[in-house]
């Protein structure tokens, strides 16, 4: 079924041999490679043969969900459940364009901003649709002919990425912060988990 195929873009082939050794490329590998920077690894065991990511916790619970309300055709439900899965299937790629926000304004490189702008091409269309002004703020702090990576700086490009989560009914704890552990704080200076606003 189509559902089965959602399932297969996301997770990839490579998975198949082994996940705890091959996490593949595509949004699963992605979700995976960025807890551990974050400070987003579930603290869950009872699959850590398969995950160790929260938002990939979330998004093969949301999967299953689906999948289980198939056979009553329980299609209105299912819609729901298609659009949480949307919503966390940004949580990577957010995280992916906070960290060479950072490295590509801290470190200069043409591989980070070629990472930068890889990431938040990707989300772009995504933060556009809920804020032009986030949407225009990502993408001038990020494009890749630059001449200073990040023009506005990593905090102020990532307080306005920050500004749209709400909208993208994502939260902070989701994203979490791009781990450094020579501060006293466990963060990169700037780059701390954020707090949700009220709604």
């Known amino acids: 079924t189509h559902w089965d195929e959602a399932v297969a873009f996301y997770t990839g082939s ?10 593949g490329v595509f949004g699963y590998g992605v ?24 938002v990939n916790e979330k998004v093969l619970s949301l999967f299953a969900s689906g999948r289980d309300m198939q056979s009553g055709f329980q299609c209105t439900d299912m819609e729901a459940v298609k659009e949480s899965l949307v919503k966390q299937f940004a949580v990577p790629l957010v995280q992916g364009t906070m960290q060479y926000l950072y490295l590509a304004d801290t470190a200069p490189s043409e591989k980070y901003s070629a990472e930068l702008w ?71 200076t700037g780059m701390e988990p954020c707090t949700d606003s009220s709604p």
């Open 31 to 54: 979700g995976e490679k960025k807890c551990p920077l974050f400070g987003t690894c579930t603290a869950s065991s009872a699959n850590s043969a398969l995950y160790k990511s929260a």
């Open 14 to 23: 490579a998975t198949l041999s082994d996940p705890t050794t091959n996490i």
């Open 118 to 188: 890889s990431f938040a091409s990707a989300l772009l269309p995504l933060v556009d649709h809920y804020s032009i002004s986030a949407g225009n703020s990502l993408k001038a702090n990020s494009y890749i002919t630059n001449t200073r990576a990040v023009p506005n700086g990593y905090v102020a490009a990532k307080a306005s990425l920050e500004s749209v989560y709400s909208a993208m009914g994502i939260t902070c704890a989701d994203i979490g912060g791009w781990k450094d552990s020579s501060t006293t704080s466990g963060y990169a």
